[in-house]
């Protein structure tokens, strides 16, 4: 569904969805039916599923595991 245009009255304070919803094809994606959101992917495969470079400018904090290049703190 491409939406040309929201902005003034017609955007109210909860903008909800029931389907998923792409900006600029894989910008950012939002996988409705999965609960999942893509940054440069189109088809993210967990929660938050980001494609490329990412910079975090304060705290990481990661819950009960992490990988790296296949290591695993």
Known sequence: MAIS???GKALK???ERDSNLAFNTDTLVVDYTNGRIGIGNTSPTTNLDITGSTAISS???VGLQADIDGIRI
Do not use: D, Q, V
């Open 59 to 61: 705290t990481l904090t």
């Open 5 to 7: 245009r929201i902005g």
């Open 13 to 15: 304070a909860n903008l």
